[in-house]
């Protein structure tokens, strides 16, 4: 029962306080959360202050951005004991995320599990320092809770593969400098098999995007069009034709891809509180037990990512739960 | 919120688990509980002592006492799996709160108790509401200071396990405070009225008239009974929170064998796509519900003067899950989840009852919110 | 807009509560909705009160026992203005319903829609004057939300049928005079095709019935068993073999049958009011929210089942709600 | 709750909403309501024009003063049609609550308002809140008694259509009781800024900075609002709850046409049962409504002094059924729903600003409780 007291994590979190009170601007201590402040990387990033780009720098250069990634790969090689330490930490002097990015999340863990040693020398440092930002080209209109059913069709021409169709919902793909996606290799092959998971730089000849107007005025979301791209043949992650099982991958472990972001619900402030400070009466009725419920729920919804990030750690899938 | 033990069962944890499965499938399930209630019993002494045998009296007993003090966590898989078979047994009153009560106090005689409750020589209730909804301060009881002791008056109600239990765990208000009393059941002046509750569990009410409690009858300081008592009631609501978790996943399970089973049209029922997300989102209310009681545990284990937001939350959370869990199963089954020939019925009664006992829903979910801020 | 202000309106209000002051005893203007209280008639009947044998007899004699049916057959032939005006006479003095019975609410409908003038004069009256009491039989164990796929068979047998089966959920079958059951004639036929709705006396040999135990430790549920049952020709309701057009015209017409009843939710006490009075504290927020949101939807319920009585007054169906 | 009146539309009725759904969609479909968002309009007078010319501004307006005088349940038909494809004009404001307010006073003033009113001669806006919850009883504008009149300073907020028209009715608080003044808009010491909501509408913030008010501009009697205002708020309540009961059977039938279209895993989504539960649930709810928006207009016709139970229950029906229909208007159009492209926002956004609007949910379910004595 007495876990976590191991003299070798008393003295990570020692050494990463003191890390942190050196190398973390005070700007970035206002634990932003506004859209806004997201650092994001990229070719084309424009910093919005000095602060912004010396706290990318210091955590890159410790591997920070990237905490549980092999040093090999520009992470920070933590446990997942350092890495909750980490998290608190940061928490602790509301530190801002020095990086967040689709690559982080997402092309990260399928690289890591999937991708060649070259590839992952290749691509995974570019990402761990924010120098490369990618995006997600996974659904098309005629494809949405039907993902396998996409058409978006890359033709084998040797040495690439010439990819043409039409990808929707890819968050930022005006803004992304390579886009991971979903691509129908073998239009023979039933439809969950003859898919490939293919990397693609956003530069190539061909791909053009268009941002997506969302009911709220603005949106993160574009549609991604593919006219004859041309796709080098290493540009591939897993099998040919067996991309299926890296996006299933992706879906399966996203638990621990989500632990791994640290942002849990309920650790921010409460919502009861956040309402009255608006001037809402939490007295009536029907608003309060709304409140209560919301707030028991999303406390209870952070308890339950980190037991699953708990659980992919210990080996567990998600299974019936216990007891049942 | 967070307690750096993680939120998986430790390896004790599960083999304890795996071995109550074990036990209780055999010796406990549900049929056990017609059986009692079909004879009118709501104590079956023959069940607790084999229980006790398996150490699970001493759970939360210090080894020096005899027991195995494997924490709350721990307790909680053991209430869980009780939950699941719909377990009537002193385990919460006596194993859980009592011995927690007791475990808040360093004397010999606490000690004592806890080496009896260990060993099976006593069980214990816990008497505190007068009124049908759970108010712990909310007391009329009366305890006039009379030579060294007092003179107790009053009534309790809705008393688990009163009916049949040896002694008695019970605040009144004593001048200052609340002064906590440990009393023999069969202490002159008091009188228990057995009721037997919809989950054919005892509930009794007790009468007490001019009792007399000296001073070693005080389990902690005079006027202090909170120092005692909150940990011990953060403690039952913990494991109650565990035990409702747990019979709604035995619900569950009863429906999701039902779905498979069932054939209508021409299919099992299960085919049915609204059956089937009606299951998955039972499922996910179960797996939410499960995060917050083993993190109740934790918290009791290694913050127990910070776990009260982690008690209430699980509390509440089970609470809601166990009711959607019976209400669908009765659902889901159809007429017959209705009939009494069915157990779904029994899960149905139990979840109600567990939901009033040491606070409802809107007692934690505010406690929630008090502690959240709003 | 000015509606229902006509001279016969008013006049039939002022005779009917006449009526009802000389006629409703003062034991039975309780309102009594315990179901201890009901009257269900039938040949063994035992009147709880002289008062409420009263009360039925003066009922039924006016007709009111069944206040739409036709005069020809034990009812008052009332309009459905005239019916408003009686119920909300009855409910002005508080008064209990002489007679309640699945003769009135779904085997009455039935007949009259579907049985023949001979079936009327000789079925309908006894229902209306609480002579006979009915139950229904058509759920079985391995037929219950898949109702068309019962298997009690009925074997012809020149003048007669041969019923052998089960039924399920026949409520108050154990002190039922009568049952109206659906019957499979036709075993060839498919499977909503093939079922015959028949009559049958609760005392011919070969039904017997056992009660089944609810969770709440009582029940009105019995389980009815069928071996070798004989059952006259003339005992059928509409064509051979055409029961289920029977079945889904009470389905399809539930909604005038449940307005007939008169028995609206929310015409009774507020639930808030209720819980207040039982010790509930309703200034906490949760109950307070799901009472209030009770409230609102039983309400609107009982306004539910007076728009489609008078729906189905006007000939309307029940269509795609005004406007959309 | 009985009216004797008939729930289902008489005759008249039925025909004032066909031709008004004939109307409506061809000259003010929900693109129309797109294209004044794109303009950044909140009023196109010349929409208005047509309706005038329909008559129905008229609608509530007594024959003698030139209008069709033809109840609550026909105006709520109209304004029912009218939230089916989220028209935007001055109906509410102009043709239901001012009519319904000028109609209780009975002098030759009031009589040429309603004359105006009928013939397109004028709008109204009713400013009545100053936060942003309904609350007609809650306000610090002041009325200072000044020789035969009054002095007016304060702020209105939300003031609906309040940017454009030319009329303000308003309560103020004037010694013993609330006064309700109706101003000309330009009257001098107002200013008006024009807010365009999120359903694309306008809500106008008023100032009145020691503006003049004669005994001429009194409605109803000093100190008296209250007489004039009550039936005037409930008129518009209930109108209100049929424009939201309209969008909500919009929304719903837009969503149930995708449903039918869109193809995922080789047939129409509508196929799936999950779904068809979801379409038949909601359905269920608009049916439910329809049942209470009807009943608020024949008791507003026919027992107007009883009526507030069931205005209140219609308002508070008709919003939650209008976030389910929006909220599963967006799901089951999955991600484009979320889209500027698809209408499903327009309808989300109204039924927002709706549910605020005269009293939100929690509001009326009190009403609702009170009246029923809880």
Redesign the interface.
């Known amino acids: 029962?007495?876990?976590?007291?191991s003299d070798a994590l008393l003295r990570f979190r020692a050494e990463l306080r003191d890390w942190l009170e050196a190398h973390c601007p005070a700007e970035m201590r206002d634990g932003a959360r506004d859209e806004a402040h997201i650092c994001w990387g990229g070719r084309n990033w424009q910093f919005e202050s000095q602060a912004q780009e010396d706290w990318l720098r210091a955590c890159a250069e410790k591997g920070y951005t990237v905490p549980t990634w092999p040093r090999a790969y520009g992470g920070a090689g933590l446990s997942r004991?350092e890495e909750?330490i980490f998290h608190?930490e940061m928490d602790r002097i509301n530190a801002r995320k020095p990086l967040q990015s689709f690559g982080i999340w997402m092309l990260g863990p399928a690289l890591l599990h999937f991708g060649s040693e070259a590839q992952k020398r290749h691509y995974l440092p570019p990402i761990a320092r924010g120098e490369i930002r990618w995006c997600q080209g996974y659904?098309e209109p005629g494809?949405?809770?039907?993902l396998a059913?996409l058409q978006t069709r890359g033709e084998d021409c040797g040495d690439h593969w010439k990819v043409t169709g039409q990808k929707?919902?890819t968050s930022y793909a005006d803004r992304a400098d390579w886009i991971f996606a979903l691509v129908r290799t073998d239009s023979e092959a039933p439809k969950h098999k003859g898919i490939s998971f293919l990397l693609m730089d956003m530069t190539s000849p061909g791909i053009s995007t268009r941002p997506?107007?969302?009911?709220s005025?603005k949106?993160p979301f574009c549609e991604t069009f593919f006219d004859a791209v041309e796709v080098p043949k290493d540009q591939i992650v897993g099998k040919e034709s067996r991309g299926w099982d890296v996006a299933k991958y992706l879906l399966t472990h996203e638990r621990s891809v989500i632990g791994a972001t640290g942002q849990m619900p309920?650790?921010g402030r409460?919502?009861?509180?956040m309402?009255?400070d608006e001037?809402a009466?939490?007295?009536?009725?029907?608003?309060?037990?709304?409140?209560?419920?919301l707030?028991?729920?999303s406390?209870?919804?952070?308890?339950?990512l980190?037991?699953y990030a708990?659980?992919a750690?210990?080996g567990?899938g998600?299974a019936t739960?216990?007891?049942? | 919120m967070s307690a750096m033990a993680k939120l998986v069962p430790t390896e004790d944890e599960t083999l304890l688990g795996d071995s109550a499965r074990g036990f209780l499938d055999s010796a406990a399930p549900v049929s056990h509980l017609r059986g009692m209630r079909d004879a009118g019993r709501s104590h079956d002494p023959d069940l607790w002592a084999k229980m006790v045998e398996m150490g699970w009296a001493g759970v939360l007993v210090p080894e020096a006492q005899g027991g195995a003090d494997m924490g709350h966590a721990a307790a909680g898989a053991l209430a869980g799996e009780m939950g699941r078979t719909l377990v009537a047994s002193p385990f919460l009153s006596a194993a859980v709160i009592a011995a927690t009560a007791l475990r808040q106090v360093a004397d010999g005689r606490a000690g004592e108790a806890l080496r009896r409750i260990a060993e099976g020589g006593v069980t214990y209730a816990l008497a505190v509401d007068e009124g049908p909804k759970f108010a712990p301060e909310a007391t009329a009881m009366q305890a006039r200071p009379e030579g060294n002791g007092f003179r107790l008056t009053g009534e309790k109600r809705f008393v688990v396990d009163g009916g049949f239990a040896d002694r008695l765990l019970g605040p009144a208000p004593s001048g200052e405070g609340l002064t906590l009393f440990d009393l023999s059941a069969e202490r002159a002046g008091i009188t228990r009225d057995p009721r037997p509750m919809i989950d054919s569990r005892d509930a009794a009410r007790l009468r007490f008239e001019d009792v007399e409690a000296t001073g070693a009858d005080v389990l902690g300081a005079v006027d202090e009974a909170v120092t005692v008592l909150a940990p011990a009631l953060r403690a039952g609501q913990a494991a109650l929170g565990d035990e409702t978790a747990g019979l709604a996943a035995g619900a569950m399970a009863m429906t999701v064998g039902y779905l498979k089973e069932r054939r209508q049209f021409g299919m099992p029922i299960g085919n049915f796509q609204a059956l089937q997300f009606r299951a998955a989102h039972l499922w996910s209310e179960t797996e939410l519900t499960a995060s917050a009681v083993l993190h109740a545990g934790r918290m009791l284990d290694s913050d127990p003067d910070n776990a009260a937001l982690a008690v209430s939350l699980a509390k509440a959370r089970a609470t809601e899950t166990a009711q959607l869990a019976v209400q669908e199963g009765v659902q889901m089954h159809g007429g017959i989840g209705m009939t009494d020939d069915f157990d779904m019925g029994f899960y149905m009664k139990r979840a109600r009852v567990a939901a009033e006992w040491l606070g409802d829903y809107a007692y934690h979910a505010e406690e929630v919110a008090r502690l959240r801020g709003f």
Chains 1, 3 share one sequence.
């Open positions: 029962m007495q876990t976590g007291k004991d909750r608190e659904s494809a949405g809770s039907d059913g929707v919902w997506i107007r969302l009911i005025g949106s309920g650790t409460a919502l009861g509180a309402l009255a001037g009466d939490m007295g009536e009725a029907t608003l309060r037990a709304r409140a209560l419920k707030e028991v729920d406390l209870t919804m952070g308890l339950t980190e037991r708990d659980m750690e210990a567990q998600v739960p216990r007891p049942c």
